[in-house]
């Protein structure tokens, strides 16, 4: 039986909860409009905090997954944005530790993007990253994603190397689709045209 107490206190429990969730994404809002800022007058396109890899346009991923110096200061702009740690030019002020973390953030973002790449030319299997928001994938980095940086998706069956990938070892397989990345980002440029 609920006493007129506990009933009290479970109704302040779920107002705390609701106001602490309503923060969070308060927060999480706050951190994506910082974080899309310089994409939106780089790209001249519209993103949000739900924008994932799949749904950039082939003229933004054409950019990002370019992988030069120039190319990653996109990534940098988005990541510290997310993070808090100012404009992009400021990279290069950041604390070593901020350094790191933001560069390891863009080498699996840059991984996630060249993947989308992949499968939207039908190289690479879908992959579970593709459907998560971009925010989320930095914001969540350190406690969901860091432990997978360096795993692949497969190899899609209809990919000429297919039956090559098949016959080499499982702990292999990561590498082989790694080997193909460039040729992955040349191809899709050609494809979709580099902007």
């Known amino acids: 039986m609920v006493t007129p107490l506990k009933s009290l206190l479970l109704a302040d429990t779920g107002a705390i909860v609701a106001q602490v969730l309503e923060i969070r994404e308060q927060k999480r809002y706050l951190a994506g409009k910082k974080a899309f800022e310089s994409w939106r007058k780089r790209f001249h396109e519209s993103f949000d905090i739900e924008t994932r890899p799949e749904d950039l346009t082939e ?15 996109p990534l940098y702009e988005f990541i510290m944005g997310a993070l808090g740690l100012g404009k992009g030019p400021r990279f290069y002020s950041l604390e070593t530790a901020e350094i790191l973390l933001v560069t390891d953030i863009s080498l699996f973002l840059l991984d996630q ?81 580099t902007p």
């Open 59 to 73: 003229a933004a991923l054409s950019i990002l997954i370019e992988g030069t110096e120039e190319a990653s200061m």
């Open 113 to 193: 993007l060249r993947f989308e790449a992949m499968r939207r030319m039908d190289w690479v299997e879908d992959w579970p990253t593709l459907h998560i928001p971009l925010l989320d994938l930095v914001l969540d980095y350190a406690g969901r994603f860091s432990s997978a940086k360096h795993a692949t998706p497969d190899l899609s069956a209809t990919h000429p190397l297919f039956p090559e990938y098949q016959r080499i070892f499982q702990g292999d397989r990561p590498s082989f689709v790694r080997r193909l990345i460039p040729d992955a980002v040349r191809a899709f440029q050609e494809q979709f045209g």
